[in-house]
């Protein structure tokens, strides 16, 4: 939700960018340029002089509330409450596993068996849940930061753990684009750090390609799910193998 504090400092961006003076603004205003500059610096004002100054600005106040919107920061982590509204309905589930990955409102409706009115509601439960902010023809803003990740012990993983591991391991592993690694080791905890790191970084690379691809036709693009994990770990059956 933009504040007018928001929309007051994204007006003085805007002023800068139109490389016009408080002077300028004034004039428009039919105010005292003293008076224009104490209002701003106090970055408190009613809307409809914040309208006022978009007038001046050639600027629409719905354009401007959208420009607020893509500078807020983008969540790298939703609460626990929100990942548990997630998962207590399979199709809300279904529709924000579709947005991270970008699809439309037409590709949903398109392969699942939902109706356009059923998906809209779901967008808008995304919407409340700050998933997404939606936008005029059903479209939206994904408001996930590519670091994006659920919560390690939150209620996506452990609807993930209980429903979907022995699900997505059952696969083969074997097609085009394939792989499954299973390496182990012992190595200095410095290292293991280290290893952490580059395991994040190609997280985001797949992700950023992810964006990248977003102009290709759909029959270009393939769904993958990419699992990366590492930890000090050792299986059960072993453990219990070991000399007390």
Same mark, same amino acid.
């Given at each position: 939700?933009?504040?007018?504090?928001?929309?007051?400092?994204?007006?003085?961006?805007?002023? =800068?960018? #139109?490389?016009?003076? !408080?002077?300028?603004?004034?004039? $428009?205003?039919?105010?005292?340029?003293?008076?224009?500059? @104490?209002?701003?610096?106090? $970055?408190?004002?009613?809307?409809?002089?914040? *309208?006022?100054?978009?007038?001046?600005?050639?600027?629409?106040?719905?354009?401007?509330?959208?420009?607020?919107?893509?500078?807020?920061?983008?969540?790298?982590?939703?609460?626990?409450?929100? &990942? @548990?509204?997630?998962?207590?309905?399979? =199709?809300?589930?279904?529709?924000?596993?579709?947005?991270?990955?970008?699809?439309?409102?037409?590709?949903?409706?398109?392969? !699942?068996?939902?109706?356009?009115?059923?998906?809209?509601?779901?967008?808008?439960?995304? *919407?409340?849940?700050?998933?997404? &902010?939606?936008? %005029?023809?059903? @479209?939206? /803003?994904?408001?996930?930061? =590519?670091?994006? @990740?659920?919560?390690?012990?939150? %209620?996506?993983?452990? !609807?993930?753990?209980?429903?979907?591991?022995?699900? !997505?391991?059952?696969?083969?592993?074997?097609? %085009?684009?394939?792989?499954?690694?299973?390496?182990?080791?012992?190595?200095?905890?410095?290292? #293991?750090?280290?290893?952490?790191?580059?395991?994040?970084?190609? #997280?985001?690379?797949?992700?950023?390609?992810?964006?990248?691809?977003?102009?290709?036709?759909?029959?270009?693009? &393939?769904?993958?799910?990419?699992?990366?994990?590492?930890?000090?770990? &050792?299986?059960? #059956?072993?453990?219990?193998?070991? /000399?007390?």
């Amino acid at each position: 939700m933009s504040t007018t504090a928001d929309l007051v400092l994204t007006l003085k961006k805007e002023l =800068k960018s #139109a490389q016009m003076t !408080y002077a300028d603004l004034a004039r $428009g205003l039919g105010m005292a340029e003293s008076s224009v500059k @104490r209002m701003l610096a106090q $970055g408190d004002m009613t809307l409809s002089r914040i *309208d006022a100054i978009c007038r001046v600005l050639k600027l629409d106040f719905a354009e401007l509330a959208r420009r607020v919107a893509d500078a807020q920061p983008l969540l790298k982590e939703l609460t626990h409450e929100q &990942e @548990r509204a997630v998962v207590s309905d399979k =199709k809300l589930l279904l529709c924000a596993i579709c947005v991270l990955s970008q699809w439309t409102l037409e590709q949903i409706t398109t392969e !699942y068996r939902l109706g356009e009115a059923e998906c809209i509601k779901y967008f808008a439960q995304l *919407d409340r849940l700050g998933i997404i &902010e939606l936008r %005029p023809l059903n @479209r939206y /803003r994904l408001k996930l930061a =590519k670091a994006f @990740r659920w919560r390690p012990h939150g %209620p996506v993983m452990d !609807y993930f753990r209980e429903h979907v591991v022995l699900d !997505y391991f059952n696969g083969g592993f074997d097609g %085009p684009g394939e792989c499954m690694l299973l390496v182990h080791g012992s190595v200095s905890r410095a290292i #293991a750090s280290s290893f952490v790191d580059r395991l994040q970084r190609v #997280a985001q690379d797949f992700a950023q390609q992810h964006q990248a691809d977003q102009k290709l036709p759909q029959s270009q693009r &393939e769904g993958y799910t990419v699992v990366l994990a590492m930890r000090s770990w &050792e299986f059960s #059956a072993f453990t219990q193998l070991r /000399r007390k």
